[in-house]
Every structure is written in structure tokens, then in C-alpha cells.
């Protein structure tokens, strides 16, 4: 029971450290907060990367972190669905740095920073030979096209919900701005045309 005492003080003091080095250094495209009293209950979005099919998208992700935690890989699944060779319908994601030696790569000296990092570069790079949907590897592999396509289907659909809705609510607005702009232009727009056509 003791011992158990200090593996979760253990995990709480590294936690402290690595949500103030997250919130002071962030790598980019990577937030990642606390949501509960309790440290080993986060949440993180990942930005999706550019000339990737998840660009624009921002993607977030639920993590537990064991009481074991460095000992032991925090638990980490998407909340946004993505259509990815190596993440289920589940949000599972299958990388090595997750799971604990022999068949996975958890090391205490990873963190949650590295991880999601990982995590990150799984997005943008695939890896077809340790896939958790067959179907989609597949297609990754043989027909890279419909692979982008539903991929980035996905991501306007899933990941870009919540930016659209800001662009909605900022449209009126923004055409508004438009017009007075227009107005407080008036006459000088078209003479200004004139002279550049010249």
C-alpha cells in the first residue's frame, strides 16, 4: 500500500513538471492540459500537418496516466476520428513508444511531450506494415490516391467541424466589413483600377 503511495507522488511530481514544460514549450501543433483535479487525466490536440490529408484539421485525444507512470506508457486515444492505417474505429493508436518492452519502446526517460510528437509524425507518416486496419493500409499502400481522399474527407468532416462553425459565426461579420470598407472607399476604388489598367 506503501509503495503504492509513493509511485503516485512519484508520477504527480514528474506530471507537475512535464503540464508546466508543455504549457511554457509546447512542440508545434501540440496543446495538452489537465481536465480533472486529478494529473493523470489529460487531454491534447494535435494540429494536423501541412501537405499532409489531416492539414487543418485539429484532432483531440483523451490520455490516462498510470500510477506507474514513468514505469508504464500512458494510455492514449483519439477523440476525433481519423482515417489512418495505424488507429482504429476506437481511437487505439498502435505505435511502439505505447507499449512496454519486448514488443513496444516505453522507456522511462520518454514523456508525454515526445509522445504526442510521435504521435504526431505517425500522422504524417503512416506505417502500413503495422496496421490496425488492414483495409485502410491496404490502401495506403496500392492506392495512395483514395487513401488521400478519404482521409481528407475525414478530417473536413471530423477535425474542421468546430473551425467552420467560428468561420460561420464570423461570416455576417466579416461581410459586413466588407461593404463599410467598400463605402468608406467609394469612389476611389474604381479610379484606382483605372490607373493600375493603364
Given at each position: 500500500?506503501?509503495?503504492?503511495?509513493?509511485?503516485?507522488?512519484?508520477?504527480?511530481?514528474?506530471?507537475?513538471?512535464?503540464?508546466?514544460?508543455?504549457?511554457?514549450?509546447?512542440?508545434?501543433?501540440?496543446?495538452?492540459?489537465?481536465?480533472?483535479?486529478?494529473?493523470?487525466?489529460?487531454?491534447?490536440?494535435?494540429?494536423?500537418?501541412?501537405?499532409?490529408?489531416?492539414?487543418?484539421?485539429?484532432?483531440?485525444l483523451e490520455i490516462k496516466v498510470p500510477e506507474r507512470y514513468p514505469f508504464e506508457p500512458p494510455k492514449i486515444h483519439f477523440l476525433t476520428p481519423i482515417y489512418h492505417p495505424n488507429i482504429d474505429n476506437g481511437g487505439r493508436i498502435c505505435l511502439d513508444a505505447l507499449k512496454l518492452p519486448p514488443k513496444g519502446a516505453w522507456r522511462p526517460s520518454l514523456n508525454i511531450s515526445t509522445v504526442l510528437t510521435s504521435i504526431q509524425l505517425l500522422m504524417a507518416e503512416p506505417n502500413p506494415d503495422d496496421p490496425l486496419m488492414a483495409d485502410i493500409s491496404a490502401e495506403y499502400k496500392y492506392n495512395r490516391q483514395v487513401f488521400l481522399e478519404k482521409a481528407?474527407?475525414?478530417?473536413?468532416?471530423?477535425?474542421?467541424?468546430?473551425?467552420?462553425?467560428?468561420?460561420?459565426?464570423?461570416?455576417?461579420?466579416?461581410?459586413n466589413r466588407v461593404s463599410r470598407k467598400r463605402e468608406m472607399l467609394g469612389a476611389e476604388e474604381p479610379q484606382k483600377k483605372v490607373k493600375t489598367s493603364l
Open positions: 500500500m506503501h509503495e503504492k503511495a509513493g509511485a503516485k507522488m512519484q508520477r504527480n511530481s514528474r506530471m507537475k513538471r512535464e503540464l508546466q514544460l508543455l504549457g511554457a514549450e509546447p512542440p508545434p501543433g501540440v496543446s495538452c492540459w489537465q481536465t480533472e483535479h486529478d494529473v493523470g487525466e489529460l487531454k491534447a490536440e494535435l494540429v494536423g500537418g501541412a501537405n499532409t490529408p489531416y492539414e487543418g484539421g485539429v484532432f483531440s481528407r474527407k475525414w478530417t473536413v468532416k471530423h477535425a474542421m467541424q468546430r473551425n467552420l462553425g467560428v468561420k460561420e459565426m464570423d461570416q455576417p461579420d466579416a461581410e
